[in-house]
């Protein structure tokens, strides 16, 4: 519903004031066009001065211009650095964004897998051709989680894979199995070209620290020389009477 135009100059003479409004009615008595953008500009000083928290607003030069013009009637005939609009952009609905009009074949996977595996098919290169199959398998498995709340098996994303693909993009279902190749944590392309199985890292030994490497290594063989040292001294004998 459009604004009012009565209501608009309520809003804007609340916010800069009734003396400012005033001001900037006076606007059309200047008969010269010169001496009436030279006022102009000095009104939109005037209200920043006013309202200095203005300019750190995002285009606050334009906003306030366009706020002058409208306190104006929208008839104001001088040179301003903007074009002068009003508040008519208020009223101006956003032009709707245009959705994709193409079904996805796959909802669970989305476009972008779907633009995947046709990047995936222009490949020429057989291996880098496989690994890209095995990248998407591995990020469709992922998907089919997510969406689904549930894991997928392998030959299940493989079918999925097939049907996207037109029937281009295969792996062997068993080598698949075998070695994880649809795994999320996988280890980086082995030389052959596929990647290797995720191998969980051991848990390190704890190093002692260093009061227990004292009491464990030099401090042990210190206790050792102080006690051979007390059994060495012995008391001098005395020579018989």
């Not at 604004?3 to 606007?27: A, D, F, M, N, V």
């Not at 020429?124 to 690994?131: I, S």
């Amino acid at each position: 519903m459009p604004l009012p135009s009565l209501h608009k100059h309520e809003l804007l003479q609340r916010e800069y004031g009734q003396s400012t409004y005033q001001l900037i009615q006076q606007l059309h008595d200047i008969e010269d066009r010169d001496e009436r953008s030279k006022r102009a500009q000095q009104l939109v000083q005037l209200i920043f001065r006013l309202q200095p928290g203005l300019r750190d607003q995002p285009d606050a030069q334009q906003k306030v211009w366009n706020h002058l013009y409208e306190m104006a009637d929208e008839n104001l005939d001088i040179d301003a650095p903007f074009e002068l609009k009003g508040l008519k952009a208020l009223n101006e609905h956003p032009k709707p964004l245009p959705y994709p009009q193409k079904a996805l074949k796959l909802r669970a996977y989305g476009r972008g897998i779907e633009l995947l595996v046709e990047k995936a098919l222009t490949i020429e290169d057989p291996q880098e051709r496989e690994q890209a199959t095995i990248t998407i398998g591995r990020t469709m498995k992922f998907l089919y989680r997510s969406h689904n709340k549930e894991n997928a098996k392998d030959v299940t994303i493989l079918k999925h894979l097939k049907d996207l693909s037109g029937g281009k993009l295969t792996l062997d279902p068993a080598q698949v199995e075998a070695q994880g190749l649809f795994e999320t944590a996988v280890a980086p392309a082995t030389a052959g070209g596929r990647p290797a199985p995720f191998i969980v890292p051991q848990p390190r030994q704890e190093r002692p620290d260093r009061e227990g490497r004292r009491s464990g290594g030099a401090g042990n063989r210190r206790d050792k020389q102080r006690r051979g040292g007390k059994k060495s001294r012995q008391e001098p004998q005395q020579p018989p009477q």
